[in-house]
Nanobody, 124 residues
Framework: QVLLAESGGGLVQTGASLRLSCAAT????????MGWFRQAPGKEREFVAT????????RYANSVKGRFTISRDNAKNAVYLQMESLNPEDTAVYYC?????????????????WGQGTQVTVSS
């Protein structure tokens, strides 16, 4: 069992930055792959970024590539999403998720555990 808790969301203006954090408890964090997903109102949940268990594999959605950075600190059982140059299209609830296989994938179905989400709202 892995429990995930996101934090760091908020209301910001276009062009601002935010750093999301996801704290994990339970299963050995250093063996788990982690991902960030987001869901805007009326839309399906979409992939944002993923990082494998040892940070050697990282992947981003095209829509955030060059603006967002995913990282993890296995000593702190945490994964982060640094978001730069935010725009209104980034408005969504952001979720972190855990892949117990240790891999990093873009498919929600590959993730076993999910957090409750944190709201990010970007005003124009």
């Amino acid at each position: 069992q892995v429990l995930l808790a996101e934090s760091g969301g908020g209301l910001v203006q276009t062009g601002a930055s935010l750093r999301l954090s996801c704290a994990a408890t339970g299963r050995t964090f250093s063996t788990i792959g982690m991902g960030w997903f987001r869901q805007a109102p009326g839309k399906e949940r979409e992939f944002v970024a993923t990082i494998n268990y040892n940070s050697l594999y990282i992947r981003y959605a095209n829509s955030v590539k060059g603006r967002f950075t995913i990282s993890r600190d296995n000593a702190k059982n945490a994964v982060y999403l640094q978001m730069e140059s935010l725009n209104p299209e980034d408005t969504a609830v952001y979720y972190c998720a855990a892949d117990r296989r240790g891999l990093g994938t873009a498919l929600p179905a590959d993730y076993t555990y999910w957090g409750q989400g944190t709201q990010v709202t970007v005003s124009s």
